[in-house]
């Protein structure tokens, strides 16, 4: 995956991911399966999902984008997010943010994925 952490040209930086979180790779799992319905690929490995926060008490924050602006399932992506996250043990509660900044690009795909799409 890229490395989300670092700017790209002329974007601002987002803030890193909590990795190091018990938690963090669950909900990694569960942010793959949830899949843009228009590219066989789930939304972690396409390079939709920015951050990962994971506060003290467990709630979760995840900031995330979809590859176009008018994408059809814009309005319900992030709560299939969520819904696929809530339910983890532990998680106390997941919110789900959209951003557009940086604009998302297929440099952040995983190389998982450019090679599931033909692009390798």
């Known amino acids: 995956m890229t490395d989300t952490t670092a700017p790209l040209e002329g974007a601002p930086l987002i803030a890193p991911s909590t990795t190091d979180h018990p938690l963090y790779e669950d909900i990694v799992q569960a942010c793959r399966s949830v ?14 999902i920015y951050t990962i926060d994971i506060k003290d ?15 059809p399932v814009a309005g319900e992506m992030p709560g299939w997010v969520a ?13 789900v943010a959209m951003t557009f900044e940086p604009q998302w690009g297929m440099e952040m795909m995983s190389d998982e994925a450019r090679l599931e799409l033909g692009f390798m």
């Not at 819904?83 to 919110?95: F, I, N």
């Open 35 to 48: 899949f843009d319905p228009e590219i066989p690929v789930n939304i972690f490995d396409l390079g939709l």
């Open 57 to 71: 008490d467990n709630a979760v924050n995840i900031t995330m984008t979809l590859t176009a602006p008018g994408c």
């Open 83 to 95: 819904d696929a996250v809530e339910p983890l043990p532990g998680v106390k509660h997941v919110d």
